[in-house]
């Protein structure tokens, strides 16, 4: 199978170190993925893609993530998300070309199945920037908001923090992935309902190994103690992972190849 | 003594904070401070000045700190800092104009003795906006930078953080703040080149107590540990409080009060 991630959200928010994180803890033995290409998108942002081969309950997935450096970080960011959602229209609009003819290449095929964007830890509200792009990326890519370098806010403030975001997309709007919840396994149902509930997910990244227990965990060594990237009392990171790569592949790939690429050649036939 | 302190930051980066917790540290007997009044400097800019009575060395200080909220915040924030600057402008203006007549509101006085620039630690480098704002800023009053939420940062981090920090301030000839060094007293010489050296000071912010040892002490509770704002070990929050209130006060009021203000007058007569 072809998955493909696109971490979104201004410099400084550890995007670059999640990537890392999650390659280095799904590959046993790891080494650097390859790096497929950049690309400029306009002055403003460039794509990096990364790639690498991972192994999932016996199946082969090409993962492939792509980083958008230099989003957001503009004294004038207005309409900085333009040159995002033009790259995303444009993976539909190459593959509408190419299903029309029979040769295929898929390991082209870019269409980003999940857009994880980065909130600033900031402890108020989402930002203006964060929710205009929002509300432009929604109906157009499965959304899954994340809050980023979350060993920044104690747990109290976490969860009024997540609180506050989650009333604000209900405010303006903002279409986020929901995770399909019913199933016909109860225990199934149970984990999308936690899932679910803890939307949106909070995430500490690290590119150290520390030793917690005489155990080697990835995590973040303070003076005062470590912030722990797998411990699900210390954020979400895990509880992603598993819906990015376990739980709900499946479905963020079929939502993207059926639902929102249906939109798009609709959008454009009637165009 | 009348000493005015204005903190300068987007938001969430904990300045109402630090204002809190510096008044907290400094009255033994913690009452709100007196909010004196707030105030819209353009649409995207407020005001917000508290002020309280502290004591130092057997003197009365009437300590005035002006929060900026809405600095910043915008999708667009070219040229948020104008109203920030004709503020500072404005103060060496009114005191201009009364300084001619015989009798003089002290309390009005609002002449900024020093700007704390609040830097959103991303581990990168400083944004395009903190360098063009204390590019401006800095011409015009003793500005100095400050790491906001220094508990995000491990300690060798932040360490390169604050190298690149400075490189940044000089190579775009930003004009911080430089405490004199030189002082007939060889302990008070050694302690100016730690407070030289420590820059720009690394801050943690709180507004609760939490025990420590079977202390009360100022401080943000993780489940990993506690980040202790007195801790010189954890950030450099004791240094600053010092510099500011404890050694350097009178030096940040005269520069302002004869340095700038002189500049602001030679500006003003010649244009
Ligand atoms: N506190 C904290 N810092 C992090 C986290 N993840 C990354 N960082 C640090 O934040 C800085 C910027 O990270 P980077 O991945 O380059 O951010 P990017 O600009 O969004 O790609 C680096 O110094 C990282 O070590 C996290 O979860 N928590
Ligand atoms: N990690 C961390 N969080 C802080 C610190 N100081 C304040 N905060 C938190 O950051 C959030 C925003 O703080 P606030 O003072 O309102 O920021 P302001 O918008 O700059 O005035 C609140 O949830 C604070 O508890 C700090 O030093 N470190």
């Keep these: 199978a072809n998955f493909t991630i696109m971490v979104l959200g201004e410099s ?9 994180t999650l390659f280095t803890t799904l590959l046993r033995d790891y080494k650097r993925p390859e790096h497929r290409f950049q690309k400029q ?26 980083d958008t450096p230099g989003f957001g970080d503009y004294v004038n960011n207005q309409d900085c998300w333009v040159p995002v959602v033009e790259f995303l229209d444009e993976q539909h609009q190459n ?10 290449q898929e390991k082209d095929d870019l269409r980003v199945h999940v857009c994880l964007y980065f909130i600033q830890p900031t402890g108020h509200t989402l930002k203006p920037l964060d929710i205009e792009v929002m509300k432009q990326l929604g109906s157009r890519v499965n959304l899954i908001p994340i809050i980023a370098k979350a060993d920044t806010i104690t747990p109290g403030d976490l969860a009024i923090f997540k609180d506050r975001v989650r009333d604000c997309i209900s405010t303006h709007n903002i279409a986020v992935y929901s995770p399909p919840v019913q199933s016909d396994d109860e225990e199934n149902t149970r984990r999308n309902q936690s899932i679910l509930s803890a939307m949106p997910f909070s995430v500490i990244s690290s590119e150290n190994d520390v030793v917690v227990n005489g155990e080697k965990v990835r995590g973040r060594q303070y003076l005062w103690g470590i912030a722990e990237v797998e411990n699900e009392a210390h954020c979400d990171f895990k509880k992603l992972r598993n819906l990015l790569i376990r739980t709900h592949m499946h479905d963020l790939i079929v939502s993207t190849e059926e639902a929102h690429y249906e939109n798009f050649r609709m959008e454009k036939m009637s165009a």
Tied chains: 1, 2.
């Design 12 to 20: 400084g928010l550890g995007k670059t170190t999640f990537v890392n």
């Design 95 to 104: 593959y509408m070309a190419h299903e029309q003819r029979a040769q295929r």
């Design 41 to 66: 998108l306009e002055r403003t942002v460039q794509i990096d893609v990364v790639r690498a081969e991972i192994e999932e309950k016996g199946f082969n997935v090409r993962l492939t993530v792509i």
